[in-house]
């Protein structure tokens, strides 16, 4: 029943992830692209400076009911360096090849505006009640501005879904698989301390958690950058040989090597992206939801953050856990997820190090993750069914990583994170695409230094009054 109910899942999943999709996320990520005048590579240095460079700005402190720029943005790189930066390359690699990165690259280099896009659109669109609390993201601007519930209605059950499994499920199934493999702890302890501790955060609120992911998503991003850094250098030899396959086998089939089986380009474009999307999220939607509680003074100042953290993300920890995989020979092994991993860093460092370094990386990059995806799983939610239907169905988000801690195999539920993926950046990119007109006029007016539409954003409810020209 289990493997028949996997097949189907596994069949949807290629279904929906198939080459027309992938046209699709590549069309209006170039399509953005150019209209924007290549506008992530001539203003590269700007959005570092106008996003890093400001990282210690407190001008959002003054409300205490939103978040500051920084602390949206590392609420989502929280959703997004987490396991997909390290199982999830790990996977790509193993089913896709060295090619899978170089599209993973492609992706990155795209999505830096769709991200920029998406968030624009999610702040500009957002509501505020009464209260003071926001919700925002695509749900909210395909409705406004595109009048279509349907859409909106299936981008937030695309979310709910991948709360649940790529989040909630996945993410502390990874954590106790890893502490039982190296320490022999008992996965339902592993993950009902995380439960505990994410339900403790995310209950207390979007400030809360923009004060957890404040602290502990640069401190483990740095940390991990820094350990696979190490281990990449150790092995510098290897990396114009490595450069060279992910370059090749992008475009070419990958061979089998050991226990490695081998992948087509197709599969490399199929995992690469699909992987990359999940990692990144860039045109998946999510962003917009944790960035519309924001405190910014325009919409495109906070789209910039999401430009710099596609950069982060998938430029920076993804590739390190690429290269620490790849120049250490590890492919070969058969191995796949977060095993891999261990394989390559127990090759550098002591059996003992390697374990404590990736099971910390590991419960860091996923309890954030968990922490994070709470707010997509809240908007989500109360888009769907509203505010008093949520209050009673919150508790369900900590309960699946705990249920399913002691089943051994549920790495082919990957396929499930991609459907609920794929359900929901659908819908989001049609919307990116229909409402470019919209981005390109508050870009240009913040970038003008006009702030027109400014204005736009108030602090009660408001209904969408049309852009002329859009």
């Known amino acids: 029943m289990y493997d028949a109910f996997l097949t189907i899942v596994s069949r949807i999943s290629d279904l929906m992830w198939g080459p027309w999709t992938m046209i699709f996320i590549a069309f209006v990520s170039v399509y953005l692209t150019i209209r924007s005048r290549f506008f992530q590579v001539s203003n590269f240095s700007y959005i570092m400076r106008s996003t890093f460079g400001r990282m210690f700005d407190r001008s959002g402190d003054a409300n205490r009911q939103r978040m500051t720029p920084f602390q949206a943005t ?47 659109l999610g ?21 406004k501005a595109l ?70 998503v640069p401190f483990m991003t740095v940390t991990y950058l820094i350990g696979g850094l190490i281990v990449v250098i150790a092995n510098a030899e290897q990396l114009p040989g490595l450069l060279s396959e992910i370059v090749s086998y992008a475009f070419a089939p990958a061979p089998a090597v050991g ?32 960035h519309a509680n924001a405190e910014t003074p325009h919409p495109f100042r906070q789209g910039l953050w999401g430009a710099a953290e596609v950069f982060v993300d998938t430029t920076l920890v993804c590739t390190i856990t690429a290269f620490v995989i790849l120049s250490t020979g590890v492919l070969a092994n058969g191995n796949s997820g977060i095993e891999m991993l261990l394989d ?75 459907i609920s993926v794929a359900a929901s950046a659908l819908p989001n990119l ?28 108030t602090d009660r409810n408001r209904q969408y009054v049309r852009i002329s020209g859009q």
Not at 434 to 454: I, P
Request: proline share 2%; hydrophobic share 55%.
């Open 74 to 120: 590392t609420t989502s790189l929280a959703g997004t360096v987490g396991m997909g930066n390290m199982a999830g390359v790990a996977t790509a690699l193993s089913l896709g090849g060295p090619g899978a990165i170089f599209w993973m690259w492609v992706l990155a280099f795209f999505g830096m505006i769709t991200k920029a896009a998406e968030v624009t």
């Open 123 to 143: 702040v500009h669109y957002r509501d505020v009640d009464e209260q003071g609390h926001v919700h925002g993201g695509p749900m909210f601007y395909i409705r």
């Open 147 to 216: 009048g279509w519930n349907f859409l909106a209605v299936l981008f937030s059950i695309g979310v709910a879904i991948n709360c649940f499994f790529s989040s909630s499920l996945l993410q502390a199934h990874t954590v106790g698989r890893a502490f039982n493999a190296s320490y022999g702890i008992n996965p339902y302890l592993v993950t009902g301390i995380m439960a505990v501790i994410t339900a403790a955060v995310a209950i207390g609120g979007v400030r809360r958690i923009g004060r957890f992911c404040e602290a502990l």
């Open 259 to 290: 226990g490695f089986a081998g992948a087509t380009v197709m599969l490399a474009i199929q995992f690469g992206m699909a992987r990359g999307m999940l990692s990144n999220e860039a045109g998946l939607g999510t962003a917009p939801m944790v």
């Open 344 to 418: 390559a860093f127990a090759s550098f460092y002591t059996p003992e190090l390697a374990n404590a370094f990736v099971s910390i990386a590991i419960l860091t990059f996923c309890l954030s993750t968990q922490i994070g995806f709470f707010v997509y799983f809240e908007t989500a939610i109360v888009s769907l069914f509203g505010e008093t239907v949520f209050r009673y169905v919150k508790w369900t988000y900590f309960l699946p990583g705990v249920v399913f801690a002691g089943i051994t195999n549920v790495d082919q539920l990957w396929a499930l994170a991609n």
């Open 430 to 457: 049609v919307a990116l695409l229909l409402l470019s007109g919209v981005f390109m006029k508050l870009m240009k007016d913040y970038m003008s230094g006009t702030n027109r539409f400014a204005t736009a954003i």
